[in-house]
């Protein structure tokens, strides 16, 4: 179900030096969609994800988030661990979050085991696998209970069965969420998402529910991109 608005952009542009990364945008992202970007390499996915996160400046428009962003939480492809244990990795991410240390431990845990990984929790989080990795990251950003979760192609670098874990996980995570996640895949586009945001060259082309988007009528060029990914 589709609650309140949690993001607006409203004219929203992002230039960096000479490249038009996101062209004025306006949309608005309600709480609890699961929003798929979509697009060719350098159309503005990251971007337009960033700007979301707050972690871009917009040159023009105005950017409106309604979450804070202690309640937001944003995965990459390739997690940043720190050189520590696994179990260090989530508490320290809860402790910084304020909460208590010993507190922490034990919600860091619970978190590990959510994922699998509760018989890796000293292992130091370096030595992990690409897919390992990838689940400590989503212990650690379950742990904090974010109210959005933001995901640059979460699974882009996994062979086929931690990408099917993975995945699985952020399915479960999405579970009362606001998500929005870049991915080239679009299976996974038609498994996670209930909107489909199609960018080309800093331009939303089209946006539609995840239905109408694979089964209704699209602008040519994005007809084209499903066509040559599927
Ligand atoms: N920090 C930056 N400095 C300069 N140009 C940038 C920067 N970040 C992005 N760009 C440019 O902005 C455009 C959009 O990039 P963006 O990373 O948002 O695309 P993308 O759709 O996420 O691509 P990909 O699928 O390859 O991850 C590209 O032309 C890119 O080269």
């Given at each position: 179900m589709i609650g309140h608005t949690v993001f607006a952009l409203d004219g929203a542009a992002v230039r960096f030096a000479r490249v038009q990364?996101?062209?004025p945008t306006t949309l608005s992202i309600g709480a609890g969609e699961r929003v798929a970007l979509i697009g060719?390499?350098?159309?503005?996915k990251s971007t337009l994800l960033r700007v979301l996160h707050g972690l871009v400046p917009v040159a023009s428009g105005q950017v409106q988030s309604m979450v804070p962003r202690r309640a937001q939480a944003m995965l990459f492809q390739r997690p940043h661990l720190l050189r520590a244990s696994v179990r260090h990795n989530v508490a320290l991410a809860l402790w910084l979050h304020g909460a208590r240390w010993r507190g922490a431990q034990q919600v860091a845990c619970d978190a590990l085991d959510r994922v699998g990984l509760s018989a890796l929790a000293?292992?130091?989080?370096?030595?992990?696998?690409g897919g390992q990795q990838q689940r400590l990251a989503l212990a650690r950003a379950w742990a904090l209970q974010p109210d959005v979760l933001f995901l640059?192609?979460?699974?882009?670098?996994?062979d086929p069965t931690a990408k099917r874990e993975v995945e699985a996980l952020l399915g479960q995570m999405a579970q009362g969420r606001t998500m929005v996640f870049a991915s080239h895949n679009l299976g996974q586009v038609k498994r996670l998402a209930s909107r489909v945001i199609y960018l080309e060259q800093g331009r939303v082309l089209a946006d539609r529910s995840v239905h109408d988007f694979f089964h209704g009528p699209l602008p040519e060029e994005a007809r084209l991109f499903v066509k040559g990914e599927t």
């Open positions: 990364a996101l062209h060719a390499n350098g159309s503005g000293e292992r130091n989080a370096r030595t992990l696998s640059d192609e979460p699974t882009a670098s996994l």
